[in-house]
């Protein structure tokens, strides 16, 4: 009912947030990305976008489309892969931020090298920052990591808010407030110590550590509180209730990669990641609430 390239000009469409830019990277013209558009539009019997002369939004039948497409286009290439014996070779570099590796990733990687046993899986585990960087300078192929929100690089798989996070719901702290945090250039580091400094709060920093594991154990000791992403808080961690800690705000989950045409086991990867993106973010917004 849905053609695989009518749902991949779709998602492009809503990643670039233009027809225009969006045909930009999918080598086509523009007529021919509202071409696609309009006839999944016509197979769906529904309007996937709202537009007007400046601005292009999802309807709530085409935020809906997102999930369906990831999921026609993930189950494609599973049975291409399943029935062709995948012939992809290669080596693919990854690069992951700490947090996630604790949760539905390892799955994700083990169905892949199942499905594609003859790519090679290179995992780098890191800070998003410094992950980026090290894509930039070529070391990497692909980041599954964070951004600030607002910020458009990358493809967003989904957003989490921030929480203050310690042992029991109940701890409180007084000034200095102890700072358990990742070292720089953590993103959740630098939203916490803006969030305190606006808020009129001082703090000390308790425990630096590069490892979620080194931060979950400093957490549990109780040397100081925690700032995570809600829907991939360690075990043994749970949401502060203090009202006199700040607000953190949010950050965006994201796949980015460093080519605008990815090779073959790249996309592949890329893909499978994608097409996971609603059930991970079905579990971290349970776990979250």
């Not at 225009?20 to 769906?44: N, Y």
């Not at 007007?52 to 709530?60: H, P, Q, V």
Request: with cysteine.
């Amino acid at each position: 009912m849905f053609e695989p390239e009518l749902l991949r000009t779709f998602l492009a469409v809503e990643r670039a947030g233009g027809f225009t830019a969006a045909g930009r990277q999918l080598g086509l013209r523009q007529s021919t990305v509202s071409g696609h558009i309009a006839r999944l539009e016509q197979a769906a019997g529904r309007e996937l976008f709202r537009r007007d002369t400046r601005n292009l939004a999802l309807t709530a039948d085409g935020a809906a489309m997102i999930g369906f497409a990831r999921a026609i286009l993930a189950a494609q290439a599973q049975a291409q892969a399943y029935f062709s014996g995948s012939a992809l070779t290669g080596l693919v570099r990854l690069g992951a931020s700490d947090d996630l590796m604790a949760h539905a990733l390892p799955d994700i990687l083990v169905e892949f090298q199942r499905t594609h046993p003859g790519v090679d899986l290179e995992l780098t585990v890191g800070l998003s920052e410094t992950l980026k960087s090290r894509m930039a300078a070529g070391e990497l192929d692909l980041v599954f990591g964070k951004r600030l929100p607002g910020e458009r690089r990358g493809t967003l798989l989904w957003r989490d808010r921030l929480v203050w996070a310690g042992p029991s719901a109940t701890t409180e702290f007084e000034d200095p407030v102890p700072f358990v945090t990742y070292p720089e250039p953590s993103l959740t580091r630098q939203q916490a110590l803006r969030a305190l400094e606006h808020a009129g709060r001082t703090c000390r920093v308790a425990c630096v550590s590069d490892s979620l594991l080194g931060l979950r154990a400093a957490a549990l000791a109780g040397l100081g509180v925690i700032a995570h992403a809600a829907g991939v808080l360690p075990d043994g961690l749970v949401p502060l209730t203090d009202p006199r800690l700040p607000e953190l705000g949010e950050l965006d989950f994201v796949l980015m990669h460093r080519r605008t045409r990815l090779a073959d086991p790249e996309q592949a990867l890329a893909d499978a990641i994608i097409a996971n993106a609603r059930r991970l973010s079905l579990q971290t917004t349970r776990s979250g609430m």
